[in-house]
């Protein structure tokens, strides 16, 4: 890429855009085709209706949003390997890829499970809100949670628990309640 494409990015004027519809032409169904195609245009040029894949649809949560709420939750539990292993299957399901990235979420969480391993204090351990913060942001892709999607990170969950269980509020339930709520709509 030249340097000119990257120091001239597209911009619209949405004012402007506005003032050119009054308010009562076509009424409020107008209103909200325009905001949509302005919204359309400001996303790089995506055609109304196609889903950008690093925002996912309009309101779904996704998965990273998901794992956002497990800071919540349990934010303040240290991260064991279970929950490395639910954070890695999201991220591998939420960008469609089959391998981890290297500093990612899933990355960090590999990391901090192993450290906390070695870790004498509680006080040394790295938390869930440690790792998870930000998490969507993270993500290069997201999408929305499916059940499909909380049945991978539970299993992945109890896999690599020594109980073959799951924290109540940690990520697999995070997970599992977004595509609860993504189902009913």
Do not use: C, F
């Given at each position: 890429?030249?340097?000119?494409?990257l120091?001239?990015?597209?911009?619209?004027?949405?004012?402007?855009?506005?003032?050119?519809?009054p308010?009562?032409q076509?009424?409020?169904?107008?209103?909200e085709?325009?905001?949509?195609?302005v919204?359309?245009?400001?996303?790089g040029g995506q055609?109304?209706?196609?889903?950008n894949?690093?925002?996912?649809?309009?309101g779904?949560?996704?998965?990273?949003?998901?794992?956002?709420?497990?800071?919540?939750?349990a934010?303040?539990?240290?991260?064991?390997?279970?929950?490395a292993a639910?954070?890695q299957?999201?991220?591998?399901?939420?960008?469609?890829?089959?391998?981890i990235?290297?500093?990612?979420?899933?990355?960090?969480?590999?990391?901090?499970?192993?450290?906390?391993?070695?870790?004498?204090?509680?006080?040394?351990?790295?938390?869930l809100?440690?790792?998870?913060?930000g998490?969507?942001?993270?993500?290069?892709?997201?999408?929305?949670?499916?059940?499909?999607?909380?049945?991978?990170?539970?299993?992945?969950?109890?896999r690599?628990?020594?109980?073959?269980?799951?924290?109540?509020t940690g990520?697999a339930?995070?997970?599992?309640?977004?595509?609860?709520?993504?189902?009913?709509?």
């Open positions: 890429m030249s340097a000119e494409k120091e001239t990015p597209t911009t619209h004027d949405v004012k402007e855009e506005a003032e050119k519809i308010a009562t076509g009424g409020i169904d107008a209103a085709d325009k905001e949509k195609s919204v359309a245009e400001a996303s055609a109304e209706g196609e889903l894949p690093k925002k996912a649809s309009e779904s949560i996704t998965i990273g949003e998901a794992l956002e709420a497990a800071v919540l939750t934010g303040n539990k240290p991260v064991e390997w279970s929950d639910a954070i299957a999201a991220e591998v399901r939420a960008t469609g890829r089959t391998n990235m290297p500093g990612g979420v899933a990355a960090s969480a590999q990391s901090a499970a192993t450290l906390n391993a070695r870790a004498t204090s509680d006080d040394d351990k790295t938390t809100a440690d790792v998870l913060t998490a969507s942001s993270k993500l290069p892709s997201d999408k929305p949670a499916t059940r499909k999607d909380a049945e991978g990170v539970t299993g992945a969950e109890m690599n628990d020594p109980h073959l269980t799951t924290y109540p990520v339930a995070s997970v599992a309640a977004a595509a609860r709520i993504n189902q009913a709509k």
